[in-house]
């Protein structure tokens, strides 16, 4: 049996991680999906993004229309006062793959509405990989699964105006 680390943890304790420096949006889906694991309700919250990356959607215009609010303002997971997202633990996220948020899962695949990016994403420590290793082998991901959460993840964030619409007149049947 290895001793030796995910490659999210080892990345953890060499740098700050995705899951410390983004700012993770959940579909309403995804939102139930957590509510239902954790028992938790009060994990998300609406804010505007912090950082100008997230406003670069000019070749995924239903994310914009979709994912933000009139004021500017999308759902994220909370953060710990740290910076952390609230479900990073020292080994990892502590939510199992099928319920962790669908732009988590996808990660390290950029993507848009029209479909995955043949180039990853920037921003995963490849040079901790092993000797041979590619990154999506050391994240046991690959391209078919990540096709399957794209599918999923834009089918979720349609789901979104109508959610938000809902919740805006009726609150309390939001998540019912």
């Known amino acids: 049996m290895s001793c030796e680390l995910h490659i999210c943890a080892a990345c953890a304790q060499e ?3 995705c899951c410390q420096t983004c700012e993770v949006y959940a579909t309403p889906a995804d939102v139930q999906r957590i509510a239902q694991y954790t028992g938790e309700a009060d994990f998300t919250e609406f804010v ?3 950082a100008p990356v997230y406003y670069q959607f000019a070749d995924d215009p239903i994310w914009k229309e979709a994912v933000f609010c009139d004021d500017g ?6 953060r710990k006062e740290n910076g952390d997202c609230r479900y990073l633990g020292s ?3 502590q939510l199992p793959t099928e319920v962790r ?5 996808l990660y390290p695949f950029d993507f848009n509405e029209q479909g995955i990016y043949d180039k990853l994403a920037k921003g995963c420590p490849t040079h901790l ?3 041979g290793q590619t990154l999506l082998q050391a994240l046991d991901m690959n391209r078919e699964k990540a096709e399957c959460w794209h599918a999923q ?3 979720e964030v ?3 105006p109508a959610y938000l619409a809902k919740q805006a007149t009726h609150p309390e049947t939001v998540g019912s």
Do not use: A, M
């Open 158 to 160: 349609r789901q979104e």
């Open 101 to 105: 948020p669908l732009v988590c899962r």
């Open 15 to 17: 740098d700050k991680t």
């Open 153 to 155: 993840l834009y089918r």
């Open 48 to 50: 505007v993004p912090g």
């Open 73 to 78: 303002s999308r759902r994220i997971l909370k």
């Open 91 to 93: 080994h990892g996220c």
């Open 129 to 131: 990989l092993r000797s």
